[in-house]
C-alpha cells in the first residue's frame, strides 16, 4: 500500500505563488502515475483535476486553465510529488489532494476513478 501526505498550503494574496508537495511512503515502487486535483468547499463541487505525471517518464499532463502557471514535477529520489502554483486567482480557493495510481487504469488521468490512493488535502485560500 501507498500513503499520501500532502503540505504547504496556506493563505496566499491574489497573484501570489505557493509550492504543494505531496510525500509518498509505502509501496512506491508500484507508482505509475500521480495527479493533482481540487475541490472548492462549496455545496455540489466536485474533484477537478489540476496535472498529472507519469512518475516513471516525467511525462506532465494539465488541465487547460492551469497550464502556463501551474507546474506539476516529481522526485522519484525522495518520492515526492510537487505542484509549483504562480500567479493564484481567488477561484482557486480549494482543498488541493495529491494521488496516485498504482494499479493501472484507462489512462484517463484527468479522471478521479483513475487514482486508487489520495491524500488527505491541504487548504489554499487565495485572498484579494
Known amino acids: 500500500q501507498v500513503q499520501l501526505v500532502e503540505s504547504g498550503g496556506g493563505l496566499v494574496q491574489a497573484g501570489g505563488s505557493l509550492r504543494l508537495s505531496c510525500a509518498a511512503s509505502?509501496?512506491?515502487?508500484?507508482?505509475?502515475?500521480m495527479g493533482w486535483f481540487r475541490q472548492a468547499q462549496a455545496p455540489g463541487k466536485e474533484r477537478d483535476f489540476v496535472?498529472?505525471?507519469?512518475?516513471?517518464?516525467?511525462?506532465?499532463y494539465y488541465a487547460d486553465s492551469m497550464k502556463g502557471s501551474f507546474t506539476i514535477s516529481r522526485d522519484n529520489a525522495k518520492n515526492t510529488l510537487y505542484l509549483q502554483m504562480n500567479s493564484l486567482k481567488r477561484e482557486e480557493t480549494a482543498v488541493y489532494f495529491c494521488?496516485?495510481?498504482?494499479?493501472?487504469?484507462?489512462?484517463?488521468?484527468?479522471?478521479?476513478?483513475?487514482?486508487?490512493?489520495w491524500g488527505q488535502g491541504t487548504q489554499v485560500t487565495v485572498s484579494s
Open positions: 496535472a498529472a505525471i507519469s512518475w516513471s517518464s516525467g511525462r506532465s
Open positions: 509505502g509501496r512506491t515502487f508500484r507508482t505509475l502515475v
Open positions: 494521488a496516485a495510481n498504482t494499479i493501472g487504469g484507462t489512462g484517463d488521468v484527468a479522471s478521479v476513478n483513475e487514482y486508487d490512493i
